[in-house]
């Protein structure tokens, strides 16, 4: 049978488009759910670097960025976004890259990708190893918390904030600059972290099992009142806050509730009144063990003036 000119058209450039998508593969990228434990699978393209994912996006996990204009800063503050564009947190992904490690946010509205990121606000305190970032419009996540396990990153909380929506919590293990990127369609907050010569200039926040204590630092003096703060997943949020002296003899004590503790992390903040003390103290946070009643949580060790 003879072709026509447009039949035969037609057929070449089918087997150009099947030539073309024979040559995407993909690969599959696991990681875990903070706080269950269940594994998750998230596509890429092959060749790329693979990354942790926490959590999942229902789009594309692998985002290509190219950020080589964008320089590292040590900045305190930095803020961006548009207007109230995303309502979820979606996954926290992780990756080690060439100089620097990665941390991607994936964004969501409703049960979908967003298309762009929503206003946020990041701090960095000076010599501190904790970089928070902050989303106003955010109420719900499909992840709680996880390990980096990277050389520079320790791991991170996604933490339910007092004066509304939620913030991201990356806890690190040496002083670093970043560097922070938004990416559309589906929306991600991508922020890089790379070494710095400088030291850490305070130790990083306390935390174990179910608690973490961000206020005070180990070795924090105590004089008069002493305010508290953190988060937990302690059960019905309850938090135990106890004082002792060098003596181990409890000197102020206080419960107070956290703002979540079933979806993620639940903020608290107090102030107890501490009687002066001279030496060593240890300020213990956490709760009683539902099992046999023990103590589950975090020591800080303090000191009195």
Request: hydrophobic share 35%; with cysteine; net charge negative.
């Amino acid at each position: 049978m003879m072709l026509t000119g447009l039949s035969l058209a037609v057929l070449m450039l089918t087997g150009l488009l099947l030539v073309g998508c024979g040559k995407t593969s993909t690969t599959s990228i696991s990681g875990t759910v903070g706080g269950g434990g269940e594994t998750v699978e998230a596509s890429g393209t092959t060749g790329s670097v693979a990354e942790t994912t926490a959590g999942v996006s229902s789009e594309d996990a692998e985002p290509e960025v190219s950020a080589e204009e964008t320089p590292f800063t040590d900045a305190p503050e930095a803020r961006g976004g548009s207007r109230f564009e995303s309502d979820g947190i979606l996954a926290v992904r992780f990756g080690e890259h060439e100089g620097y490690e990665r941390v991607v946010v994936d964004l969501g509205a409703g049960e979908k990708a967003a298309r762009r990121v929503p206003e946020w606000t990041l701090t960095s305190p000076e010599g501190d190893g904790l970089l928070r970032v902050t989303f106003p419009s955010v109420d719900a996540t499909r992840v709680s918390d996880g390990d980096f396990g990277g050389t520079l990153l320790k791991d991170f909380h996604v933490v339910r904030a007092p004066e509304g929506g939620m913030f991201i919590d990356v806890l690190s293990r040496k002083a670093f600059t970043y560097r922070i990127l938004e990416l559309r369609n589906p929306a991600r907050l991508v922020v890089d972290f790379k070494p710095s010569s400088a030291s850490l200039a305070m130790p990083a926040p306390s935390e174990h099992g179910n608690t973490v204590v961000i206020k005070p630092r180990s070795g924090a003096p105590v004089s008069g009142t002493l305010t508290v703060s953190g988060y937990s997943r302690n059960l019905e949020a309850s938090n135990t806050i106890t004082l002792l002296d060098a003596e181990g003899m409890v000197i102020a004590e206080e419960t107070v509730q956290g703002n979540d503790w079933s979806e993620t992390w639940g903020y608290f903040e107090t102030t107890l009144d501490a009687p002066p003390f001279t030496g060593k103290g240890t300020l213990k946070v956490g709760t009683a063990s539902a099992r046999d009643g023990t103590f589950e949580g975090v020591e800080v060790p303090v000191r009195g003036s």
